[in-house]
C-alpha cells in the first residue's frame, strides 16, 4: 500500500480539489463518498484520481481491503481526521471514505461506439430531480437498457446525489449527456432507433410496443412532463393503467415499469 499523505495547514491542496469537485467546479472528475460506492467505483474500472480517508474507518477490516485496493491505482491518497474529512463530506455524518475518479465518457462518439446492433435507450428529457435521475440509471443497468442520454437541463447523472441513487450503474452504463430534444431526435433518426415516450394520455398501453427492435423510450420533466410537441415528434405515446385517482406516477417508477415489459419482451426473444 502507498504511504497515505497527511494533510496539514500548509498542504490541503488536495482537500481543495475534493471541494471543487464536490461542488461540482471541475467538470473533468466526479466525488463519490462511501463505502458501498467507493466499491463499486473500484469494480466498475473508474480511473481513480484520488482516496481521502479517515483513520478511524481505516480500522475496520472492509474499509482497510478497499483502501488498500485503490491506493494500488490512486495517484493521491490521504489518511485525515475525521474532522478534515466532514470539511469535505456532501453529508452532514462522514461516511468516512472519499473517492476522487475521472468522469466516465458522455460524449455521442463513446456512446455511439457502446451500442449494439439493436440498442433499448432511455432518454431523459430536462428530468431534474438528481434522485429521480439516479433511480432510472440503476433500472435502467438492471433491465438491460444499452445507453442512457440525458438532454441538456436534464440533473447531471454524475452528480453525488444521482450516482447515489445509482448505486454504480452509473459508471457502468454508456451515457450521453448535454444534447438538445431536436438533435438526439435527429440522431435517433440517423440511425433507424425508434422512439416512444411516456405519458399519461398515450394512445397505447405500453405492454402493446414491440420493444425487441432498436428504441428509445423518452421520459420528460417530473411537474410538466413532455410538451405537446415533444410528445408529437416522439411518434408514439405510451401510457401505464392505473386505478383509483391517481393522475400520474413518479417518473422513475413510471420508467421502471416500462423498462421491464422491455426486458420481458427480448428475454422471450
Known sequence: ?????????????LLRRARAVRDGKADDAIFIEGLRLCEEALRSDLQIEAVIYSEEIALKARAADLIKQLNESAAKSAGVSEKLLAS?????????????????????????????????????????????VGAI???????GVTGV??????SDPFSLKALRGAMGSAFRIPVWTGPDFDAVMAWCG?????????DAGGEKLYTEVDWRKSIALIVGPESAGLSAAEIAAAGTAVRIPMQGRTESLNVAVATGIILYEAARQRMQK
Not at 442520454?149 to 436534464?154: D, G, L, N, P
Not at 440517423?190 to 411516456?198: E, H, L, V
Open 137 to 143: 440509471m440503476r433500472t435502467a443497468e438492471a433491465a
Open 190 to 198: 440517423g440511425k433507424n432507433i425508434r422512439t416512444a415516450c411516456a
Open 1 to 13: 500500500m502507498k504511504s497515505a499523505m497527511s494533510i496539514t495547514s500548509r498542504d490541503n491542496s
Open 149 to 154: 442520454i440525458t438532454t441538456a437541463h436534464t
Open 88 to 132: 469535505i463530506s456532501y453529508t452532514k455524518t462522514p461516511q468516512g471514505i472519499v473517492v476522487l475518479a475521472d468522469r466516465p465518457a458522455h460524449d455521442e462518439e463513446s456512446f455511439a461506439a457502446h451500442q449494439p446492433l439493436t440498442p433499448l435507450l432511455v432518454i431523459l428529457h430536462e428530468t431534474n430531480n438528481p434522485v429521480n
